[in-house]
T-cell receptor
Framework: GDSVTQMEGPVTLSEEAFLTINCTYTATGYPSLFWYVQYPGEGLQLLLK?????DKGSNKGFEATYRKETTSFHLEKGSVQVSDSAVYFC?????????????FGTGTQLKVEL | KAGVTQTPRYLIKTRGQQVTLSCSPI?????VSWYQQTPGQGLQFLFE???????NKGNFPGRFSGRQFSNSRSEMNVSTLELGDSALYLC?????????????FGPGTRLLVL
């Protein structure tokens, strides 16, 4: 079945450091790929998405490129801020049964310190 | 537009009881999905409804059920609660349920089973 593998956290960085969170996936067909972020006590917010190979999703300084050849969708940001501290989830959307669903990675907790 | 709303936000129940959670999607969205989030299992798909029909179901026991009304609002029910059902239950909506569509999440209902 479909699966998403994320790098283990927590990840602790100093403010203005470069961020990479690795994400690889296994899926049949051509899934859409997403990064969601979860702040403490809240639901999930979409950070960015890509729906086909070589697409680059970007938002708020975060970027991720859909790499079909390496089945990856790594999240990057050039300069993190304390306000970026949260849990980040990589996910894919795939057809299953009569509809489709999101399959999530385990999440990576990011802590940014001054 | 108002976002996805879920009620109640917090709930405490005892083993053996049943519980009903409610979700109101973004106006115009016809697809509603439910997810369970626990520290041990992460985010897992429960089911998806579209136009009052369940079109997709995750790997959960029959104690977990749901329905969708003609106004797209959805409810999920858990009968005979077990301690392991303690979790954050997230609802997400999207316009038609296409795999490329973003799922917009509500803040969740946190259920504690004692």
């Amino acid at each position: 079945g479909d699966s998403v593998t994320q790098m283990e956290g927590p990840v602790t960085l100093s403010e203005e450091a470069f961020l990479t969170i690795n994400c690889t996936y296994t899926a049949t067909g051509y899934p859409s790929l997403f990064w969601y972020v979860q702040y403490p006590g809240e639901g999930l917010q979409l950070l960015l998405k890509a729906t086909k190979a070589d697409d680059k999703g970007s938002n708020k300084g975060f970027e991720a490129t859909y790499r079909k050849e390496t089945t990856s969708f790594h999240l990057e940001k050039g300069s993190v801020q304390v306000s970026d501290s949260a849990v980040y989830f990589c996910a894919l959307s795939s057809l299953t049964g009569g509809g489709n669903k999101l399959t999530f990675g385990t999440g990576t907790q990011l802590k940014v310190e001054l | 537009k108002a976002g996805v709303t879920q009620t109640p936000r917090y709930l405490i129940k005892t083993r053996g009881q049943q519980v009903t959670l409610s979700c109101s999607p973004i106006s115009g969205h016809r697809s509603v999905s439910w997810y369970q989030q626990t520290p041990g299992q992460g985010l897992q798909f429960l089911f998806e409804y579209f136009s009052e029909t369940q079109r997709n179901k995750g790997n959960f026991p029959g104690r977990f059920s749901g329905r969708q009304f003609s106004n797209s609002r959805s409810e999920m029910n858990v009968s005979t609660l077990e301690l392991g059902d303690s979790a954050l239950y997230l609802c997400a909506s999207r316009p038609t349920g296409g795999s490329q569509e973003t799922q917009y999440f509500g803040p969740g209902t946190r259920l504690l089973v004692l």
